[in-house]
């Protein structure tokens, strides 16, 4: 059963409503439509956040570790990387009033010390520490069972994860405000690697565990018939799991990425050649023969 909790669902609307009012602005300012994917895409991840917070997933994720997962997951790996593609931020600073679009944009004006700020956490090295602390912190089991335990906390959890995966694939995306210059393709690809390789481990560390390292989820799924150590196994699955596929989706991605701007670079020129030497004269040829004297 879907819980339409206003503190979830009014800021998902503002977000739709002003991307929706700004990219209409900016198409009739540039008289240039809008490419209809970055609407699309910025669905899916409003669809993405509002099934982990919304719908059943999020009832029953109390209940069961798999389902916890699920709601990390989409938290994490799936709506940070379909928001920055959409790149609504232009857009909705743009259905802001002309005071206020000024005034955010001196925020963020080269020299703010919110831009400086942003600069600074987005450096790739510390985007991915903050990020990977971010998600196993959460995953240890005082904190986990704390957030279990208290509603208020747990929206802390959740909204904690969700900013720390968007962090993490900044690097990879490079979505407005761009505070920094783009991140060559081939240092992406280290990057998702390493991203995608911590994921995956913690995944793999709760798919393996002999023993219940929740002990919260204990009763629940005795009570469900269900072995609360497979319960973890299956949820250390869906982690690793679609770490690897959404990995393997970007890797793919920043492969082609790659190879497509090689083609275009420009070909690499050698030394210049050494300059052709100068035939021989007539005269020079027969200083070599023997004369009549000779």
């Given amino acids: 059963m879907w819980d339409w909790r206003p503190e979830v669902l009014v800021p998902l609307c503002l977000v739709a409503i002003a991307s929706g009012v700004g990219w209409w602005r900016l198409s009739e300012r540039g008289r240039r439509a809008v490419p209809l994917w970055r609407p699309v895409l910025l669905a899916a991840g409003l669809t993405a956040v509002a099934a982990a917070l919304l719908s059943p997933i999020a009832g029953a994720a109390h209940a069961r570790f798999s389902t916890h997962m699920i709601q990390h997951v989409l938290l994490v790996m799936l709506a940070p990387p379909l928001f920055m593609l959409a790149d609504p931020l232009p857009a909705a600073l743009w259905a802001l009033p002309r005071s206020v679009r000024h005034a955010a944009g001196r925020l963020l004006a080269p020299g703010a010390l919110l831009r400086r700020f942003w600069r600074a956490l987005t450096w790739p090295p510390a985007a991915w520490l903050v990020s990977a602390l971010a998600l196993w912190l959460w995953h240890l089991p005082g904190a986990y069972e704390a957030a279990l335990r208290d509603d208020l906390l747990h929206d802390g959890e959740h909204l904690v994860l969700f900013?720390?995966?968007?962090?993490?694939?900044?690097?990879?995306?490079?979505?407005?405000?761009?505070?920094?210059?783009?991140?060559?393709?081939?240092?992406?690809?280290?990057?998702?690697?390493?991203?995608?390789?911590?994921?995956?481990?913690?995944?793999?560390?709760?798919?393996?565990?002999?023993?219940?390292?929740?002990?919260?989820?204990?009763?629940?799924?005795?009570?469900?018939?269900?072995s609360p150590l497979d319960d973890q196994a299956d949820g250390g699955v869906i982690m690793w799991a679609t770490s690897g596929a959404v990995g393997l989706v970007t890797l793919m991605v920043l492969m082609y990425r790659l190879l497509t701007q090689e083609d275009r670079l420009p070909p690499i020129e050698g030394p210049p050649a050494l300059p052709a030497a100068p035939l021989p004269s007539r005269e020079t040829l027969t200083s070599f023969l023997p004369s009549a004297r000779d």
């Fill in 163 to 226: 900013w720390a995966g968007i962090l993490g694939w900044w690097p990879l995306i490079g979505p407005s405000p761009r505070v920094r210059g783009h991140l060559a393709y081939s240092l992406r690809v280290v990057y998702l690697v390493l991203t995608g390789g911590q994921q995956a481990l913690l995944g793999l560390l709760l798919s393996t565990s002999p023993v219940v390292v929740y002990g919260s989820y204990e009763a629940g799924a005795a009570a469900r018939g269900l």
